[in-house]
């Protein structure tokens, strides 16, 4: 089952839902092992087929610490098929061409782990024996950690068109499964500007992504790109000497702010608020990224950043700023107040002078 095209539901609950690349992990509530839990499926979630490395992982974990871990239930690509993994009373629900069937974490005293083969319709993981969640409408997870009560993934079949006149097997089908439309785009970008190549001439225009309808009673940001110009190297927050960076005068010991709106990082590498940014230690990940319309702005890693930590954008001149659901979160302060204040996942709008903390990074938003 390829989680990469294939949406992710998430049902309510006071459990977490987490997903790291093409790894899904519901947690039934959380105590001291749920960090160390989340911390060694993301150490190996970037692999290519993770299973087998985060079953080991887990094992270390789970069995190795002295408190008892929450229960918890787990899907992850392997060479063979998807790993699912459950512990305690959390069970999955398996739909596919062969029928349904329901595996159950609680009749083993360790853990019930089953390779499932392709191809499969439908997963759900939740708690208790029935394995039967409800998600919310229209929700899907692309990267992060949020509150819920298990999750249900579903496969992306692709329609068939007018002149096919040949039908496709199953296999091929999910082979050949393409990404739905999101309907809440990371991006929170209500217009993006024209994305600039760093090194290399115009190649033409970009396909636009397409633009879901807004929830009732939301606000509709859009995830349709301006026209692209070449892909835009990725952004670091680390210093490179190619790149041009500020200089502190001889006379002065202000750095010399950009003319144009930009942040700024302490060691005086400015990016132009021209453009909405993904902020993380592994922004490219992100939908927005991959649609381009957001750049990718790359904090060194650090283990209290998640791959997708933040989200800004430019509306109009103003500057909004979102937390992604991580568990570290992002600060901000204003000018004049030192204290620090958690923003939430809603947009909030960070003032000229006003200042992000990641972890122990700080950007400050100087204005033209």
């Given at each position: 089952m390829r989680v990469d095209t294939s949406t992710i539901g998430i049902a309510p609950g006071e459990g977490l839902v987490a997903r790291f690349g093409d790894v899904v992990i519901y947690l039934v509530g959380a105590n001291a092992s749920s960090e160390r839990i989340l911390g060694a499926v993301e150490a190996v979630a970037d692999a290519e087929h993770p299973g087998a490395?985060?079953?080991q992982r887990l094992a270390a974990v789970v069995f190795?610490?002295?408190?008892?871990?929450?229960?918890?239930?787990?899907?992850?690509?392997?060479?063979?098929?998807?790993?699912?993994?459950?512990?305690?009373?959390v069970s999955a629900m398996i739909s596919g061409a062969e029928g349904s069937r329901r595996l159950v974490?609680?009749?083993?005293?360790?853990?019930?782990?089953?390779?499932?083969?392709?191809?499969?319709?439908?997963?759900?993981v939740g708690p208790g024996s029935d394995g039967r969640?409800?998600?919310?409408?229209?929700?899907?997870?692309?990267?992060?950690?949020?509150?819920?009560?298990?999750?249900?993934?579903?496969?992306?079949?692709?329609?068939?068109?007018?002149?096919?006149?040949?039908?496709?097997?199953?296999?091929?089908?999910?082979?050949?499964?393409?990404?739905?439309?999101?309907t809440a785009p990371a991006g929170l970008a209500a217009s993006e500007p024209e994305l600039e190549s760093r090194s290399g001439p115009r190649t033409g225009p970009a396909e636009a992504a397409p633009t879901p309808e807004p929830l009732p009673g939301t606000r509709a940001w859009s995830a349709a790109p301006a026209p692209m110009r070449a892909e835009a190297q990725p952004i670091r927050l680390r210093k490179e000497s190619a790149r041009p960076h500020l200089h502190t005068p001889a006379h002065t010991a202000e750095p010399q702010h950009p003319a144009a709106p930009a942040l700024v990082a302490e060691d005086g590498t400015a990016y132009p608020l021209d453009r909405a940014y993904v902020i993380?230690?592994?922004?490219?990940?992100?939908?927005?990224?991959?649609?381009?319309?957001?750049?990718?702005?790359?904090?060194?890693?650090?283990?209290?950043?998640?791959?997708?930590?933040a989200y800004l954008s430019v509306d109009a001149g103003k500057v909004f700023l979102r937390d992604a659901g991580t568990a570290a979160g992002t600060?901000?302060?204003?000018?004049?107040?030192?204290?620090?204040?958690?923003?939430?996942?809603?947009?909030?709008?960070?003032?000229?002078?006003?200042?992000?903390?990641?972890?122990?990074?700080?950007?400050?938003?100087?204005?033209?």
């Open positions: 490395a985060i079953a190795g610490t002295g408190s008892e871990p929450p229960p918890f239930g787990l899907v992850a690509p392997t060479a063979d098929g998807t790993l699912v993994l459950l512990r305690g009373p974490g609680a009749r083993a005293f360790t853990w019930v782990d089953e390779i499932v083969r392709d191809p499969v319709r439908t997963l759900t969640v409800t998600p919310y409408p229209r929700t899907d997870l692309r990267a992060g950690v949020v509150p819920g009560g298990g999750f249900v993934i579903k496969a992306a079949v692709r329609r068939k068109s007018q002149n096919q006149h040949h039908a496709a097997t199953p296999a091929k089908k999910a082979a050949a499964s393409y990404e739905p439309a999101a993380g230690r592994g922004p490219s990940v992100d939908e927005s990224v991959r649609r381009k319309t957001a750049a990718p702005l790359v904090l060194q890693r650090d283990r209290h950043i998640s791959r997708v930590h600060f901000v302060s204003t000018p004049g107040e030192p204290r620090w204040t958690r923003i939430s996942q809603s947009p909030t709008e960070l003032p000229p002078g006003g200042r992000i903390r990641i972890s122990e990074q700080v950007l400050t938003y100087h204005g033209a």
